[in-house]
């Protein structure tokens, strides 16, 4: 069955803090992507990454920069945390495009970070 | 930006009815995707239909496409009180690897 992780469900740092969100995915995907989700905003995309130490901006990438060294691995860093970035961050990961049609993209659970 | 807007943002339907989501989109597509997400969980993909597809069929889901419309429709049949869930659209934008993804339709079905 195919498996995205996210290291943690809860976290909670302070402001200025630097932050790291790990993915890990099983599948042996391409691509990965990090979101953040906010109520009545849906999911905007931050950064994804379609093969190792590639990245592109998302929607949202300021304050956040992403690292991607092993094809399975896929980091968020928030550079110095600020309060506006407490939100719910999910991962996701999808194989690449085929028959020029994206495919599924897999969720990992989330994590809920708190910034105070 | 955000291209997918669904609607109604809410439904609160009684187990064994009939729930309709519907979803717009601003630009071309490739395909649409629908994906339904558990409180506090991840979302997990439910179907993709293609922009050459008028509908398509999984189990108690149909979902239509109408791309002179920019619109799609999701209809879950005979609802169960573990479909609640909130319900996102997401189209690829005519390319590319990444998709957009819709504010989400909250279903509560109640028994």
């Known amino acids: 069955d195919v498996k995205v992780t996210q290291s943690s469900r809860y976290l909670v740092k302070r402001t200025g803090e630097k932050v790291f969100l790990e993915c890990v995915q099983d599948?042996?995907?391409?691509?990965m992507f990090w979101y953040r989700q906010d109520p009545g905003l849906g999911l905007r995309l931050i950064y994804f990454s379609y093969d190792v130490k590639m990245k592109e901006k998302g929607d949202i990438p300021e304050g956040y920069s992403v690292s991607r060294e092993k094809k399975e691995r896929f980091s968020l860093i928030l550079e110095s945390a600020s309060t506006n970035q407490t939100s719910m961050y999910l991962c996701?990961?999808?194989?690449?495009?085929?028959?020029?049609?994206?495919?599924?993209?897999?969720f990992g659970d989330g994590t809920r970070l708190s910034i105070l | 930006s955000q291209q997918g807007e669904e609607d109604p943002q809410a439904l609160s339907i009684q187990e064994g009815e009939n729930a309709t989501m519907n979803c717009s989109y601003k630009t071309s597509i490739n395909n649409l995707q629908w994906y339904r997400q558990n409180s506090g969980r991840g979302l997990v993909h439910l179907i993709l239909?293609?922009?050459?597809?008028r509908e398509k069929h999984s189990g108690r889901l149909r979902v239509t496409l109408d791309t002179s419309k920019k619109s799609s429709s999701l209809l879950i049949t005979a609802s169960r009180a573990a479909d609640t869930a909130s319900y996102f659209c997401a189209t690829d934008g005519g390319g590319g690897n990444k998709l957009t993804f819709g504010t989400g339709t909250q279903l509560k079905v109640e028994l």
């Open positions: 996701a990961s999808s194989s690449l495009r085929q028959a020029g049609s994206n495919q599924p993209q897999h």
């Open positions: 239909i293609r922009s050459n597809e």
């Open positions: 599948m042996d995907h391409e691509n």
